[in-house]
């Protein structure tokens, strides 16, 4: 017998709580037939509405229905990674509450896990339904970190996944601060199998994700899995003292063959050319270790929790 824990965030989600149970359920038979047992963590990300009223209600007739409550409201990251902290089964899936994650793909899941996967991902090859500018950006902020950094991210890739627990403690062991679990997944590698769907709209409620939200988030993914920018102040550096000799060599010349009525004001500006071009320089090496310095400092806890039934 194995267990599988499956992991849902949810942040004032009390109209798809229940919905997404009984969905869930659908999968039962098939998950019997292969032994697996169920545990199902709802983790109330700070809602303000009855969520973590609807959770208890479940937990009431059903006793593999568990509870985590955050004092407030730490973002899906956190509740993803505590889902998994206090997660006990052998596989561990993350499913979004609003059924944007289908659960009917489940069973395709685990039959690919069985042929020797550490890890079944799915992402979505269509973004139906979605705002073209937000598609238009998500493209892009894409397209950027293939070229930006070393660590494989999924163009479409969800947090929709089915993991071994070799692989949740992986996860588990990166403690940092600044996550963004796409790139997280794929840093961690292990052998992964890519399942595509096409986008399903969400069922109730509404995204918490306004276009302002992704955008601080796809900054977040970028500082974590690159520092590639870092170096945009270095390289300025350069470019600007390579500019500096160029006028260096051209006031020096333009002396020597034409003589120069106004003199002290050209040197003043190839000596600030220079200076500002070294002092740039100087501030992206600087920069590149402050900014991982910084973030692994402060060791503040990711989540904390108010309520666990
Ligand atoms: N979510 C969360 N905390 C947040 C924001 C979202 O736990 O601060 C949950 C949300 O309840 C949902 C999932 O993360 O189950 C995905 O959010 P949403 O559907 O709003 O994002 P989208 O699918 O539009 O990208
Ligand atoms: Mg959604």
Redesign the pocket.
């Known amino acids: 017998m194995s267990l599988l824990s499956v992991i ?6 009390e109209e ?1 709580v229940a919905l997404f149970y009984q969905e869930l359920m659908k999968e039962q038979s098939f998950l019997r037939e292969k032994g697996i047992e169920l545990e199902l963590l709802y ?1 109330d ?1 700070g809602s303000r509405d009855a969520t973590a009223d609807e959770v208890k209600k479940l937990i009431g007739q059903d006793g593999r229905v568990r509870l985590i409550s955050f004092s407030r ?4 990251e956190a ?1 993803m990674f505590a889902g998994m902290e206090k997660s006990r089964g052998d596989l561990v899936v993350i499913m ?3 059924l ?1 994650d289908p659960p009917s793909l489940l069973p395709q899941m685990i039959l690919h896990l069985e042929e020797g996967y550490d890890s079944v991902a799915t992402r979505r090859v269509s973004r139906r339904g979605e705002p073209p500018v937000r598609s238009f950006f998500a493209r892009l902020f894409y397209r950027l970190m293939k070229k930006i950094s070393k660590t494989e991210i999924m163009d479409g890739a969800r947090d929709y996944r089915l993991m071994t627990r070799q692989m949740v403690d992986a996860i588990l062991s990166m403690r940092e601060y600044n996550r963004f679990s796409k790139g997280i997944f794929g840093w961690v590698g292990f052998r992964t199998k890519w399942l595509e769907y096409e986008n399903v709209e ?1 069922a109730r409620g ?4 306004s276009f302002w939200k992704l955008f601080l988030y796809s900054l977040d993914g970028i500082t974590a899995f690159s520092t590639l920018p870092l170096m945009f102040a270095s390289l300025m550096g350069v470019l600007f003292c390579v500019l500096a000799f160029v006028l260096i060599l051209f006031t020096v010349v333009r002396k020597l063959i034409f003589g120069d009525p106004v003199s002290g004001w050209p040197s003043l500006v190839c000596i600030i050319s220079l200076v500002s071009g070294v002092q740039l320089f100087c501030l992206g090496i600087l920069g590149q270790y402050l900014a991982k310095a910084y973030l692994e400092v402060k060791r503040r806890p990711l989540y904390l929790i108010r309520e666990e039934l």
């Open positions: 849902v965030p949810c942040y004032n989600e798809s983790i990300d409201n730490f973002g899906k509740a979004d509450v609003d944007q969400r509404e995204t918490k994700w």
